[in-house]
């Protein structure tokens, strides 16, 4: 499998768990922001300068270690400029080679859930060699879940506070 049949493999996964397309986008890299507060720097500059907010997905080049290979999606927040139809991320230090896929599903399924999540960004998915892995960092350090189909679900499994409650009784 090659660096395009990851990426279609994941936009066809997560496609089947989506009421929305996904879109892959070009997107003007200014930064400028914080770093790991993509939310925060596209709601400020929502707010400041009028963009609207778009979520979706990083995709990072794919990775070799040995004979295994992994892909990382990063869950992502950046603005767009209605005014001059171009899609802008403010969040500094985007890895060179990374490709936007918009996914609107997430601010439909965070706005839906609000109450029930801890986080308004999802885990990170990791696909390595056919199989996905949800990736959190924790209190203790990394966790990790498989993922069978890439639903909204799984996708927010470490932020759901039922989740996090039954982990604390355990």
Same mark, same amino acid.
């Given at each position: 499998?090659?660096?395009? +049949?990851? $990426?279609? +493999?994941?936009?066809?996964?997560?496609?089947?768990?989506?009421?929305?397309?996904?879109? $892959?986008?070009?997107?003007? @890299?200014?930064?400028?922001?914080?770093? &790991?507060?993509?939310?925060? *720097?596209?709601? *400020? &500059?929502? #707010?400041?300068?009028?963009?609207?907010?778009?979520?979706?997905? $990083?995709? $990072?080049?794919?990775?070799?270690?040995? &004979?295994?290979?992994?892909?990382?999606?990063?869950?992502?927040?950046?603005?767009?400029?209605?005014? !001059?139809? @171009? !899609?802008?991320?403010?969040?500094?230090?985007?890895?060179?080679?990374?490709?936007?896929?918009?996914?609107? @599903?997430?601010?439909?399924?965070? +706005?839906? *859930?609000?109450?029930?999540?801890?986080?308004?960004?999802?885990?990170?998915? #990791?696909?390595?060699?056919?199989?996905? =892995?949800?990736? +959190? =960092?924790?209190?203790?350090?990394?966790?990790? !879940?498989? #993922?069978?189909?890439?639903?909204?679900?799984?996708?927010?499994?470490?932020?759901?506070?039922?989740?996090? *409650?039954?982990?604390?009784?355990?």
């Amino acid at each position: 499998m090659d660096e395009i +049949d990851r $990426l279609y +493999d994941f936009l066809k996964k997560r496609k089947s768990q989506s009421k929305n397309k996904l879109c $892959l986008v070009n997107v003007l @890299q200014i930064g400028g922001g914080k770093e &790991n507060y993509c939310l925060n *720097n596209a709601e *400020n &500059n929502s #707010i400041t300068m009028g963009y609207g907010v778009v979520s979706g997905w $990083l995709a $990072l080049p794919s990775k070799v270690q040995g &004979n295994d290979w992994q892909k990382q999606f990063t869950q992502h927040w950046w603005n767009y400029d209605l005014k !001059h139809r @171009q !899609h802008l991320d403010f969040s500094p230090n985007i890895d060179e080679g990374c490709i936007y896929i918009q996914d609107d @599903q997430i601010a439909t399924f965070i +706005d839906e *859930n609000k109450e029930t999540l801890t986080s308004h960004v999802s885990s990170s998915v #990791i696909m390595r060699n056919d199989m996905y =892995y949800g990736i +959190d =960092y924790g209190e203790n350090g990394y966790r990790f !879940h498989p #993922i069978e189909a890439l639903s909204m679900q799984s996708l927010f499994f470490f932020q759901a506070t039922n989740c996090i *409650n039954a982990s604390s009784v355990m």
